[in-house]
T-cell receptor, first 113, second 115 residues
Framework: AQTVTQSQPEMSVQEAETVTLSCTYD???????LFWYKQPPSRQMILVIR??????QNATENRFSVNFQKAAKSFSLKISDSQLGDTAMYFC??????????FGDGTTLTVKP | DSGVTQTPKHLITATGQRVTLRCSPR?????VYWYQQSLDQGLQFLIQ???????AKGNILERFSAQQFPDLHSELNLSSLELGDSALYFC??????????????FGEGSRLTVL
């Protein structure tokens, strides 16, 4: 069974600074996908970034980047130049090729002005 | 807009009642997932359907049931409702074969309040 662990229930960061959210997972699969989703106060679930396990290069989307350590089963999200609009709950998620998805419990991030 | 449509957006009902939540997946998506999110909590996986058949089951109560129809829309039925069933219910869809990327596309959710 797959598990996803987000060890930081809450975090805060000053506007314009950098913050890293942690995520670890456990699986016996070799091919899989990892995601970070954002849930702002509107409660809509929005994809932030995606990483295929077979790719060694870390994914980057503008101010968002990941540090994917396959051997350590670690998938952290770095947010650079934090903006007030980044305030949200962030979920780390894992998907197998069979379509099974597992989510972590989430990290609530507050960006302070 | 994710392309996933959920109705109703809001629903208020009384304990003991039964409600049906509806989900239309993105065009072409074969898989539908249902998640429950209680206030300020994480996502609890309820059930997944693929092309009309149940694919995986999570922490779904026996009072809850779901199905996926031939046109691929799905319904989640909640019966004998209790106060603790008040939550945001998300539907998500994905392309499970062909162009599968693992990404889930979420609807805006149906907020159920049980009084």
């Amino acid at each position: 069974a797959q598990t996803v662990t987000q060890s930081q229930p809450e975090m805060s960061v000053q506007e314009a600074e950098t913050v890293t959210l942690s995520c670890t997972y456990d699986t016996s699969e070799n091919n899989y996908y990892l995601f970070w989703y954002k849930q702002p106060p509107s409660r809509q679930m929005i994809l932030v970034i995606r990483q295929e396990a077979y790719k060694q290069q870390n994914a980057t989307e503008n101010r968002f980047s990941v540090n994917f350590q396959k051997a350590a089963k670690s998938f952290s999200l770095k947010i650079s130049d934090s903006q007030l609009g980044d305030t949200a709950m962030y979920f780390c998620a894992f998907s197998t090729n069979a379509g099974k998805s597992t989510f972590g419990d989430g990290t609530t991030l507050t960006v302070k002005p | 807009d994710s392309g996933v449509t959920q109705t109703p957006k809001h629903l208020i009902t009384a304990t003991g009642q039964r409600v049906t939540l509806r989900c239309s997946p993105r065009s072409g998506d074969l898989s539908v997932y249902w998640y429950q999110q209680s206030l300020d909590q994480g996502l609890q996986f309820l059930i997944q359907y693929y092309n009309g058949e149940e694919r995986a089951k999570g922490n779904i109560l026996e009072r809850f049931s779901a199905q996926q129809f031939p046109d691929l829309h799905s319904e989640l039925n909640l019966s004998s409702l209790e106060l603790g069933d008040s939550a945001l219910y998300f539907c998500a869809s994905s392309v499970t074969k062909g162009q599968y990327t693992g990404e889930l596309f979420f609807g805006e959710g149906s907020r159920l309040t049980v009084l």
